[in-house]
């Protein structure tokens, strides 16, 4: 294996005896990261490991969130109504692609119930503590996923991303979070929250660590021969305001990073996503979420997070007919031709979030949920509209982590992930990009 992963097919069994020490020691700070672990079969994976030959995954460590279906285990998805199904039969497409590579399972992780929530929360089995900030959430929903990488225990974390949903919490712990275009990665076995804008992806301390799992997965077509150019637009429209002091300060130091770099750096406002601003987006989650689990949702409540059953998101779909929903898609699929035809090859340049990871008791209120919920999916939510790849890299500055996000049209994902290796390069070469 290249020394550029932290990782060998060789040390795989010692490696998962250290991590499996760590849980079960139990510290306050690795809880509620996992709904269930996988440490008998793990074993067995890193003898079979250490007896591969040296490639991408043999002997990396992977979480993976519990929407995944992992032969003989329960898929529960954060929920307690499928807590009793039957257990899978097969690993998920994108999970047997892992597992074929030689990659090391620790367990299912945390997430928001459905995944319906860019914040993290689960009321059912806990909610695991952010990485960096003490009492703070871990962003979601593949809150778990994220937290088991920050905190050491993966090498990567397989999640999935409906409105940023890998790509928050990797900025609000300081990891890497790639969505990749939709088409890329089977969802089969995976259970869905929006079959129209679910895509598969991983999270891990490095670009290059989330490539490996990427073309590992991948099945579509993951470049579609064009390149990404140096260029970057900041749209000024769009995503830039209520930006938290530390993040708006961390954000022009970045881009004062990329432009010093040598790339080009223009900002000015897109049509498109002026357009995108009347786009109802929740209907997507809302609407396709009822298709998926109407029976639990009218006979199961009473299990479901009221959060996610509320009248503001699951509850919401009455609200819609099926000819306002058509339109909605009709406008989707305008929408993505049009930012093709704006953008072309060059990388949309964003915050990931606009805020720093905020409290759990702030979090108390319906009200102040639902504000922030809103506010660190709107950024984010872009890629999965106009069904684009995309990733959010850390950059520290001030004392803060946030997350730089950079997005390109569907099909360019390979020209995006080794362009995003190139700028993470620069950014943590600088010492502006400080860790203290």
Known sequence: MSDQFQWSSKSATSRLSAVKQRVLE??????????????????????????????????????????FDVKGHVTKAGTRFMATDPLAKSDATAIAKLRQAGAVFLGHTNMTEL??????????????????????????STSGGAVSVARGLADIAIGTDTGGSLRIPAAFNGIVGFKPSQSTVSVAGCKPLSRSLDSIGPMANSV????????????GNQSNGNDVTREFVVPLNYGLDDLEPKVAEGFEAAVKLIQNSG????????????ALKSLPIWQFSSIESRAEYDEAYQNQRDLMDPRVAGPTRMGRANEVNAVEYRKTLNRRAALIEQYKSELGARVLLMPTVPILPPSFDSMESDEEYGRVNLQVLRNPSIANVMDCCSISIPFHHGGSAIGIMLTAVAGHDLSLLNFAEEVHGHLTGSGTNDKG
């Open 26 to 67: 139990d510290p306050p700070e690795l809880r509620n990261i996992f709904t269930q672990t996988f440490f008998t079969e793990a074993f067995e994976q890193a003898k079979k490991a250490e007896a591969m030959p040296d490639s991408a995954l043999a002997g990396a460590l992977i979480s993976i969130k519990d929407l």
């Open 263 to 274: 790339y080009t750096v223009i900002e000015t406002d897109l049509d498109v996503l002026e």
């Open 115 to 140: 995944a319906y929530s860019g914040l993290g929360l689960n009321p059912h089995y806990g909610t695991p503590e952010n990485a960096l900030v003490d009492g703070a959430i871990p962003g979601g």
């Open 208 to 219: 290059s660590a989330c490539a490996a799992a990427y073309k590992t997965m991948a099945t």
